[in-house]
């Protein structure tokens, strides 16, 4: 359960904060409405979503400037600027939810349909330190914001429900919140049910699931500063099947629970505990093709929170100072067992031997004005790591323990490991003079610490290329940036463009046992080690109002990743991509086309025998065209309807998942969907 000494430990906090910052206060910061859209940050409501998105992983990809992997219909992956996984800073609605599968299968977006969220905020690169330690590749930030209720006000909700073709998935989702100025009590519940879906050469892939969530949040609301807030949440995810892995996932569950209070003075404090039970197998959801059973039973909880107190002093400087803390758990074993057995209960490997993770962290975070067109901002953080694994010396299948792979491939046995990291980052941002734009300049530095898979993961297996052993010795990977970015507006016409360049030491690179000291030159075992690395790319996105109904963007990214101590491309890379899109706005209608164009990938590392093998290959470049409309009905009312990949073209996106699959590890790209039309209907009420 809920750490209580944390809890208590936050809670005792918040007085002396109040105390001690009073009488600085003029009021709580807030920035709203319209402004210019600023480089590398993007804020979509969720009611603009068109189509039904798979979770919130697949809604992201639709952002220009962000990809993600697939491994089957569920559990898509981001990508920001070429960074992923623990790179990104991903919270829901404030929590952290790290997923439960060794193997990813449930990244944190898998649990957070995007229908039961507000807003999702994406902030590329290293702009904050507020949300915790690394981040180096970005910031995602799913958000729940219920409004207060006016004198007089006493219900709102909103119901809906989706069908795609092809998958033929059904979505229904309700949201209702009744209470008065005082408070209220919100319910949120999403369901999904996806079949395979065909790609555009009509070949069917493995990529069914069914998900469900429900989600009750009571809210105490005095005034419109103040509140406090608790939340349940609980996800399902059942029969999820993966082509692109040797298993499929009969359950993930997810529970996370919320306590979020913030105050008329500038003080919040969020607090949270998730929890994820994850089972995949290779047997119950397909039939037995490998020579044995094997089950992997899995559990993650991570408790934490963030206590932080915002200041406007009065020469117009803005103060944030914080304290966060997050806790991880992650335990997962591998059983195997003969075709006939009906559970496999033999232990084979100890996946993550109950690993514990805990980063405590202080921030500050301050912009001032300068000369009032011009903007400086920084922030800096320091946060105390320390890592152990509990089940290092147990033993599985002929003996074998966790600190037998360690030191086989790392040559020593693991120990509690800690780091005192400090990052932070420095922007300037200049104003344009009459004309409405800035251009800025920052600087950055961010810490992350390796996570359970990376530091701790031991699957044995006897073939040494079906062996993953994570690194218990690994540095922290330190990035560090230089962004230079524009942002200008005229009357019709926005753009936006940013070059960045990042220096990492001590990059955490899942390569293959061969370049290891004292490691047989044919032993190709999953392995991790710190190399230099370095990555550079831009991204620019304008938008064009052409006339008074039509409007036109465009996007363009690139992100070009080396490992300088071997001279290799960084695996997992995204090629050059673009979109277009061209809309038309009439009061009550919308029709859009949307046009995603992605060159080839050929910087790749497809060979295990000399790099780490985890690209699937060079990547020839696609095109897909989706279009989409929009029509109220009435002020209640909304259909929307649209059709993806109207060209039904057969395509994959360079990025893939490792398959670690013990009896087939070769990296598989996974086809999207072919053509599929989708419809989806809302109703709001007051
Ligand atoms: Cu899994």
Redesign the pocket.
């Given at each position: 359960m809920i750490n209580r000494s944390l809890i208590l430990a936050l809670l005792a906090i918040t007085p002396i904060t109040l105390l001690a910052e009073e009488p600085s206060i003029l009021a709580p910061v807030t920035v709203e409405g319209d402004y210019l859209p600023e480089p590398g940050v993007s804020q979509q409501e969720t009611e603009e979503i068109m189509g039904t998105p798979v979770d919130a992983g697949d809604f992201l990809r639709s952002i220009p400037g962000v990809s993600g992997t697939r491994m089957g219909g569920h559990g898509i992956d981001p990508i920001i600027r070429g960074q992923s996984q623990n790179q990104l800073n991903i919270l829901l609605d404030g929590a952290y939810v790290h997923g439960?599968?060794?193997?990813?299968?449930?990244p944190p977006t898998s649990y957070s349909p995007v229908e039961t969220y507000d807003s999702v905020k994406v902030i590329k690169g290293s702009q904050t330190v507020r949300y915790g330690g690394g981040g180096s590749g970005g910031t995602v930030l799913l958000e729940r914001k219920t409004p207060r209720f006016n004198e007089g006000q006493y219900f709102r909700g909103k119901m809906g429900g989706g069908y795609t073709t092809n998958s033929d998935t059904k979505q229904l989702f309700g949201d209702v919140t009744a209470g008065n100025t005082q408070g209220f009590v919100r319910g949120l519940i999403e369901y999904q049910d996806a079949d395979n879906y065909k790609d555009a050469s009509d070949h069917e892939t493995r990529s069914a699931y069914t998900t469900q969530t429900g989600n009750l949040i009571l809210g105490y609301t005095p005034n419109d500063k103040t509140r406090l807030e608790v939340g349940l949440e609980a996800n399902r995810s059942d029969d999820v099947l993966y082509s692109g892995?040797g298993?499929d996932?009969p359950l993930?569950d997810n529970d996370t629970i919320r306590v979020k209070y913030k105050n008329e003075w500038g003080t919040q404090a969020e607090l949270y505990y998730s929890e994820v039970d994850?089972?995949?197998d290779n047997y119950s959801l397909r039939p037995l093709t490998a020579p044995m059973k094997m089950r992997?039973p899995?559990k993650s909880k991570t408790q934490g929170g963030r206590i932080s107190h915002d200041l406007l002093m009065e020469n117009e400087m803005e103060w944030t100072l914080g304290l966060d803390y997050q806790h991880n758990n992650r335990d997962a074993n591998r059983f195997v067992g003969m075709p006939s057995v009906s559970n496999p209960s033999k232990l084979q490997s100890i996946m993550w031997p109950d690993v514990d993770l805990t980063q405590t962290g202080i921030f500050a975070e301050m912009q001032m004005p300068v000369r009032d067109v011009n903007l400086f901002k920084v922030g800096l953080r320091y946060d105390r790591v320390t890592s152990e694994a509990n089940r290092i010396a147990q033993g599985a299948m002929g003996g074998m323990t966790p600190n037998h792979l360690y030191q086989k491939y790392y040559g020593k046995p693991a120990d509690a490991h800690d780091e005192n990291n400090i990052g932070g980052f420095m922007r300037y941002e200049h104003g344009l003079g009459d004309e409405d734009g800035f251009v800025f300049a920052s600087l950055s530095r961010s810490v992350r610490t390796a996570d359970a898979t990376e530091r701790f993961l031991a699957a044995n297996n006897t073939v040494p290329a079906q062996r993953w052993v994570g690194n218990p010795d690994l540095a922290p990977e330190q990035h560090h940036q230089l962004e230079l970015g524009i942002a200008w507006q005229q009357d019709r016409w926005d753009s936006n463009a940013s070059v960045y360049y990042n220096q990492v030491t001590d990059y955490i690179l899942r390569d293959r046992a061969h370049a290891q000291d004292g490691i047989w030159q044919n032993d190709n075992a999953t392995i991790y080690r710190n190399v230099e690395a370095e990555l550079y790319g831009f991204e620019w996105a304008t938008r064009i109002q052409l006339d008074k109904y039509f409007s036109s963007s465009f996007s363009l990214d690139y992100v070009h990743a080396t490992n300088t101590s071997d001279d290799r491309h960084i695996a997992q890379t995204p090629p050059l991509s673009s979109t277009i899109n061209l809309e038309y706005q009439y009061a009550w209608f919308r029709l859009g086309g949307n046009l995603l164009i992605s060159a080839q990938q050929t910087r790749v590392d497809d060979n295990m025998r000399t790099g780490s093998g985890l690209d699937a290959e060079k990547t020839q470049g696609f095109n897909v065209l989706d279009l989409y409309s929009h029509l109220d009905i009435n002020k209640q009312t909304a259909i929307k309807l649209g059709v993806n990949n109207l060209l039904d073209r057969t395509y994959a996106y360079h990025v893939n998942r490792a398959n670690v699959d013990p009896f087939n590890p070769e990296p598989i790209q996974v086809n999207e969907p072919g053509r599929a039309y989708w419809l989806n209907l809302s109703f709001t009420f007051e």
């Open positions: 439960g599968c060794p193997n990813r299968m449930d892995a298993m996932s993930s994850h089972l995949m992997v899995s």
